[in-house]
């Protein structure tokens, strides 16, 4: 329940800075970005060790 309380007092604090909302696009987009990059790399990934699981 500390842990609910902590998260609620630290996500306010963070909405009631003025810059909060340039804050949330940029992460939305480096979040958004990161993900595209680590799909691109699992799938590498697979495609390499596609031949490792043939029996």
Do not use: N, P, Y
Not at 19 to 28: G, H, N, S
Not at 35 to 54: N, Y
């Amino acid at each position: 329940m500390l842990g609910e309380i902590l998260g609620t007092a630290d996500l306010t604090g963070q909405m009631a800075d003025r810059t909060w909302l340039e804050k949330l696009l940029l992460l939305f987009h480096c979040v958004k970005h990161c993900s595209e990059t680590i799909h691109v790399a699992l799938a590498k990934d697979v495609r390499q060790t596609d031949g490792l699981f043939c029996f």
